[in-house]
Structures are given as structure tokens and as C-alpha cells.
């Protein structure tokens, strides 16, 4: 049976999902959120405790222009929301040469052609100011003030509760099929859910719904490891910035303990594999293998105690661009967020809500230019 329905329907309460619910709502549009689980979605890919941003991004400059963008919008939501949700970390980028190396070189080019500060650390300098840290073999590093750690988890649960009070609707259901053309989804339990807009964005679950993204867009489980660290290294890791580790054997990146979270580590690498349906309790093994990479760079690695190890699902696209794109003019999709989405959540929602279906694809992908949309009056 066919149900009324509002203007806008957005598939997935993840953060792309509830940020265009966002920006749709603030343009004036009435909005309706399917999810198929609880809100926030233990298994959904923005509910972990943290996400980072930063505006280092190696050859994608589009990206780095974007973050800039991006602040704004997240400062638009803290206003909306009355809760600052954000942490301010800076960050500390080490590699020991080879493609890491050119990876920071640039950054470092397209940071300082931007106007941001950057300072070159040498290993003497590296082993003073962070401690906890092993310097052999850096060949190269730099550290930014500006970059920080958003509280994911927390946010998803902000920006729900705002939804709901500014009126949008939440539906539970499983959606099972796609019609982009009419903007209409059927869901598992008969239902037909219709509007005028209908934005899909059902994270690691998309490839299977959405024609033709399976091809272009893999789920892909990746493994995050939570350590305390010894006595002597907790106040160096309090203060710490995020750590971007970019080493030729694998790498990893840490999140720093900022107030009440715990210090986390995990993989650069995309495994592509695994499928959305799966567990997300991650097996030793899997943590054996994040605590690996990491050991070799935190000092007395082997008084960390390990406090837990989950796996959270990724929709990776090959080249890291974000796939913005009308599938009609009534439908757009959302997905290939790989690690680096979350931190253009705010501002991804409020173009999408602005529909402009030209501009927006190009800009998504990190190709330049403005975003389609500026910050509107709530």
C-alpha cells in the first residue's frame, strides 16, 4: 500500500543520512528518516566514539578546501544544536620515507600554499615533545595546530534529537527495494514509501539497494583497537594531538583520549572485504594485527593494556571520492565515505539540501570549487 509522505524521505540515519535530513529540514522541506536499526545504529559506520578532521590531504587539495567549508558548517550545527561537539587536537603527520614521504611533501605543499601553518619536526624535537612516542626510522614529520576529534557516536544522538524537534519523522523499517525514477522505497514489511525527494544513503548497505553502485563502491570491514596507556604516558597522551603514522609497513593512526574517550588505534589500509550483515565484535587475531602496526611507533608498547577491539563497516570508493550523485532528478545517492566522510557530514547535508544536481556531483568528489550552498537562517 502507497503512504503519504512528506516532502523528503532520506534512507539510513547514519551521519550523511541525518545531516542531509538536516539540510533538507533547514530549507524548508518536511523529512523522513528510514532506518532499518536503533538510532544511533550500533552497526552503522558513524557511531563509533570518535571521527577526525583535518585539513592535511596529500594531491587532494579539493578535499583540504573542503575542510574549511567543513568547520563551517559543523560551527552551523553547534549553533542549531546548542552542544559543541569537537575537540581540538591539532595534528602530528610522520612517515619514513617512500610513498609517505611524498604523501606529506604534499601536504605540506598545498598546506602552505593555502595559508595554513605547518611546522617541520626532526626527530630530536619529536622525542621531546611526545614521548610516548618511538622516533627510529621517522625520516619526516609535521605538526598543525588546527585539526581536532569529533564525537561521532555523540553526534548521531545530537542530531537525531534536534531532528525530532524540529519536526522530522522517524520510520523503522528494512528497505528492500528502490525506485529513484518515482522517489519511491518498499520496504521488507510491504510498505511504499513516496515523497518528492528521496536521498539514499545507506552507508556499507547501499551497493546492494542502489542499481549500478555495487560495481563502483565496496563494503569494507575495518578494525579499531582501544588501549590504555601506562602510568607515565597517560598526561602526554591527554594533551596529544592525532597521530597519522603513514609507514611503507602498514601504518596506522591514533586518536588521542580526549575527555571522555579512550586512546584509539587503527589501520589506514581498506581490507574491502566482509560483508555489512556481519559482527562487529572483532576477533584477536584482527586485533593482533592493528596492535602490530602500532608497535613498532609507541614506546614500551608492551605496557599498553588493550581495552576492547571492534570492527566498523566502510563504503570505499577505489580513488576516495565521495559519491554525491542524482540517480533522477528526485533521487540522490550517497555513499563511498571510505575513512575521511564523517568530517564532511555537516556540510555534505546542507548542499544536499540546497539540490542543486549540476554542481553537486563535481564538488562531492573533491574536483574544486565552492560548495552548492551556503549556511541558511535556521
Known amino acids: 500500500m502507497l503512504r503519504a509522505m512528506p516532502d523528503a524521505l532520506v ?27 536503533d538510532i544511533p545504529n550500533p552497526r552503522g559506520s558513524s557511531v563509533d566514539e570518535h571521527r577526525l578532521i583535518r585539513h592535511a590531504y596529500g594531491a587532494a587539495a579539493g578535499y583540504m578546501h573542503m575542510v574549511d567549508e567543513a568547520y563551517a558548517a559543523w560551527e552551523l550545527l553547534w549553533q542549531d544544536t546548542g552542544q559543541r561537539l569537537y575537540a581540538e587536537t591539532g595534528v602530528l603527520a610522520l612517515g619514513d620515507g617512500g610513498a609517505a614521504h611524498g604523501w606529506l611533501e604534499l601536504s605540506r605543499g598545498a598546506l602552505r600554499e593555502a595559508g595554513h601553518a605547518v611546522a617541520d619536526l626532526g626527530q630530536a624535537r619529536l622525542a621531546s615533545r611526545f614521548p610516548m612516542l618511538g622516533v627510529e626510522g621517522i625520516g619526516d614529520a609535521f605538526h598543525m595546530q588546527r585539526g581536532g576529534v569529533l564525537l561521532a557516536g ?10 525530532r524537534q524540529r519536526g522530522v519523522g522517524f520510520r523503522r523499517g528494512r528497505a528492500v527495494a528502490v525506485d529513484p525514477a518515482r522517489a519511491r522505497l518498499t520496504l521488507e514489511d ?28 565496496t563494503p569494507s570491514r575495518q578494525i579499531v583497537v582501544y588501549l590504555e596507556p601506562p602510568e ?20 596506522f593512526y591514533a586518536v588521542p583520549p ?18 555489512a550483515e556481519d559482527t562487529r565484535d572483532a576477533s584477536t587475531a584482527e586485533a593482533e594485527a592493528i596492535l602490530a602496526l602500532a608497535r613498532p611507533r609507541l614506546r614500551d608498547a608492551g605496557e599498553y593494556r588493550v581495552l576492547g577491539a571492534k570492527a566498523c563497516y566502510y563504503d570505499v570508493e577505489p580513488e576516495e571520492r565521495f559519491l554525491v550523485e542524482p540517480l533522477s532528478s528526485r533521487c540522490i545517492v550517497m555513499s563511498g565515505f571510505s575513512g575521511h566522510g564523517f568530517k564532511f557530514g555537516a556540510v555534505l547535508g546542507l ?10 556531483p563535481g564538488w562531492a568528489a573533491g574536483c574544486g570549487g565552492a560548495a552548492p550552498t551556503g549556511p541558511r537562517a535556521a
Not at 190 to 202: D, Y
Not at 236 to 246: E, G, I
Open 11 to 37: 534512507l539510513g540515519a547514519g551521519i550523511m543520512g541525518l545531516s542531509a535530513a538536516w539540510g533538507l529540514s533547514r530549507a524548508g522541506f518536511s523529512v523522513t528518516v528510514v532506518e532499518q536499526d
Open 154 to 163: 555523540r553526534i548521531v544522538g545530537l542530531l537525531a534529537a534536534h531532528l
Open 190 to 217: 510491504g510498505a511504499v514509501l513516496e515523497a518528492e525527494r528521496l536521498v539514499l544513503a545507506a552507508g556499507p548497505w547501499a551497493p546492494r539497494l542502489v542499481p549500478g553502485l555495487a560495481g563502483r563502491v
Open 232 to 251: 607515565r604516558y597517560r598526561s602526554a597522551w591527554a594533551a596529544a594531538p592525532m597521530v597519522l603514522d603513514l609507514s611503507e609497513k602498514g601504518g
Open 258 to 275: 580526549v575527555p571522555g574517550t579512550g586512546l584509539k588505534i587503527g589501520d589506514h589500509r581498506f581490507s574491502c572485504q566482509g560483508d
Open 351 to 360: 548542499a544536499v539540501g540546497d539540490w542543486d544536481l549540476q554542481r553537486l
